[in-house]
């Protein structure tokens, strides 16, 4: 049983900064790449960052590309998401996810990430 937690959400004034992190238990974490997904009131589940298993390609949506950084530190099973620059059209909840498939590319289709964390808000104010 795959579990995963979030934390480091919060409300932040525009222009700031934030770190999510995302820890995973129940599966060999380094096997697998990681995600983040974020879904705002009245939206769909968007893309965020992916990273793969071993934390060396990354992938991002446009729209927080050069804000965000997504990192992770396999001896400790976290995931990281460093958000930067922020503005309030980031707010949404933010989830972890983890891939379904050892060894994957760091996808951004969520049909792809097979477990999910509970999320966390955050808020970004003008």
């Known amino acids: 049983q795959v579990q995963l937690v979030e934390s480091g959400g919060g409300l932040v004034q525009a222009g700031g900064s934030l770190r999510l992190s995302c820890t995973a238990s129940?599966?060999?974490?380094?096997?697998?790449?990681m995600g983040w997904f974020r879904q705002a009131p009245g939206k769909e589940r968007e893309f965020v960052a992916a990273?793969?298993?071993?934390?060396?390609?990354?992938n991002y949506a446009d729209s927080v590309k050069g804000r965000f950084t997504i990192s992770r530190d396999n001896a400790k099973n976290t995931v990281y998401l460093q958000m930067d620059s922020l503005k309030p059209e980031d707010t949404a909840v933010y989830y972890c996810?983890?891939?379904?498939?050892?060894?994957?590319?760091?996808?951004?289709?969520?049909?792809?990430?097979?477990?999910w964390g509970q999320g966390t808000q955050v808020t970004v104010s003008s």
């Open positions: 996810a983890q891939s379904r498939l050892t060894f994957n590319r760091p996808s951004r289709d969520s049909a792809d990430f097979g477990s």
């Open positions: 129940g599966r060999t974490f380094s096997h697998y790449a």
């Open positions: 990273i793969d298993w071993s934390g060396i390609t990354a």
